[in-house]
């Protein structure tokens, strides 16, 4: 049973069609499917955050989706900064690593998909005068927004 309503999925096809630039890929980090529950290493929502990103995927020829096992490939998780799962990672334009931990549901879901839309654009919708303070930064810096579902 799909997540997205028939109506939500027209919407975001016409976004997608006329707001996407570049491809993108989703690199999904999350646990293999198994039918034993291990307690200390299972995931609440691994299985609905990749049915998420399946569907986005099916939506436009523009978004790839990449599935990672956090387990088997550790190293691969290591290096682009992924600790915990489910985590997403955004690849086309942008500058920098953009990971996403958890799923992206409720008020999130507009997030992941303006996400989306500015890593194929290569651009965000920041003020100038933010960007401007953003140039002067010397080092790179570690941004974490942390949200609660409600």
């Known amino acids: 049973m799909p997540l ?3 109506e ?3 919407q975001l096809e016409q976004i997608f069609a006329s707001q996407l630039t570049d491809p993108v890929t989703l690199v999904l980090f999350t646990q293999h499917d198994s039918p034993l529950v291990i307690p200390a290493q299972e995931c609440q929502t691994c299985r609905e955050t990749r049915e998420l990103l399946e569907e986005l995927a099916d939506i436009s020829d523009k978004i790839k989706l990449e599935v ?3 387990i088997r490939d550790a190293s691969e ?3 682009l900064g992924v600790h915990v799962i489910p985590a997403i990672i955004f690849q086309g334009k942008n500058r920098g690593t953009l990971r ?3 799923i992206p549901s409720g008020y999130e879901f507009s997030v992941l998909v303006q996400d989306i839309i500015d890593v194929s654009n290569g651009t965000t919708r920041l ?6 303070q953003l140039a002067k930064l010397a080092e790179p810096v570690h941004i974490q927004v942390m949200v609660t579902p409600t």
């Open 68 to 70: 990672k096992d956090f």
């Open 4 to 6: 997205l309503r028939a």
């Open 8 to 10: 939500d999925r027209r």
């Open 127 to 132: 003020a100038a005068e933010t960007r401007e």
């Open 77 to 79: 998780a290591r290096t």
């Open 100 to 102: 996403y931990f958890g």
